[in-house]
T-cell receptor
Framework: DVKVTQSSRYLVKRTGEKVFLECVQDMDHENMFWYRQDPGLGLRLIYFSYDVKMKEKGDIPEGYSVSREKKERFSLILESASTNQTSMYLC?????????????FGPGTRLTVT | GQQLNQSPQSMFIQEGEDVSMNCTSSSIFNTWLWYKQDPGEGPVLLIALYKAGELTSNGRLTAQFGITRKDSFLNISASIPSDVGIYFCAGQLTNAGKSTFGDGTTLTVKP
């Protein structure tokens, strides 16, 4: 079974704090993604990575950075959290074409910034 | 960029009824995926489709990859209360990193 895990299900942080969201996958997938999901706005891609130490900006990268030091782990960093970053954050990993090209999501982290 | 139109936006049905929803795109995809998301959880992959015309089932769910490669359909037969949730479609190009997602269909099943 493919497994994508996220370090926290719920997180409450204060404005200005540095926030780390961790994601780990156990399927040796090369591609990993961070999305945020807000009511009425759907899934929006923040950053993705197609290899270790490689990263690409998604549609809404402002205010975020990422780190991928190991293949199985993809971290999302909020350098200085703001209230408009309150959201549901979803990590995903994606198989290669040979593996079936399927994308799997983690359970999500509900972040509240006060 | 690529856009996905998913319809209907929401559905209210009686338990036991069949459900159909679809996604259409302005451009072609090589893979179509269908997900279900329960409140407060991450989306769970239901069905993956890889070839135009492909019809794939997963229990009471059946999905089809449209012949034009610009659309896909999901049917749920004999709905039950636990089918409640948001259903998303996603399209992928084989060698591209990103997926394109529909906005979701919210399904409510009345017992």
């Amino acid at each position: 079974d493919v497994k994508v895990t996220q370090s926290s299900r719920y997180l409450v942080k204060r404005t200005g704090e540095k926030v780390f969201l961790e994601c780990v996958q156990d399927m040796d997938h090369e591609n990993m993604f961070w999305y945020r999901q807000d009511p009425g706005l759907g899934l929006r891609l923040i950053y993705f990575s197609y290899d270790v130490k490689m990263k690409e900006k998604g549609d809404i990268p402002e205010g975020y950075s990422v780190s991928r030091e190991k293949k199985e782990r993809f971290s999302l960093i909020l350098e200085s959290a703001s209230t408009n970053q309150t959201s549901m954050y979803l990590c995903a990993s994606r198989a290669t074409v040979v593996q079936g090209n399927e994308q799997y999501f983690g359970p999500g982290t509900r972040l509240t910034v006060t | 960029g690529q856009q996905l139109n998913q319809s209907p936006q929401s559905m209210f049905i009686q338990e036991g009824e069949d459900v159909s929803m679809n996604c259409t795109s302005s451009s072609i995809f090589n893979t179509w995926l269908w997900y279900k998301q329960d409140p407060g959880e991450g989306p769970v992959l239901l069905i993956a489709l890889y070839k135009a015309g492909e019809l794939t089932s997963n229990g009471r769910l059946t999905a089809q990859f449209g012949i034009t490669r610009k659309d896909s359909f999901l049917n749920i037969s004999a709905s039950i209360p636990s089918d409640v949730g948001i259903y998303f479609c996603a399209g992928q190009l084989t060698n591209a990193g990103k997926s394109t997602f529909g906005d979701g269909t919210t399904l409510t099943v009345k017992p």
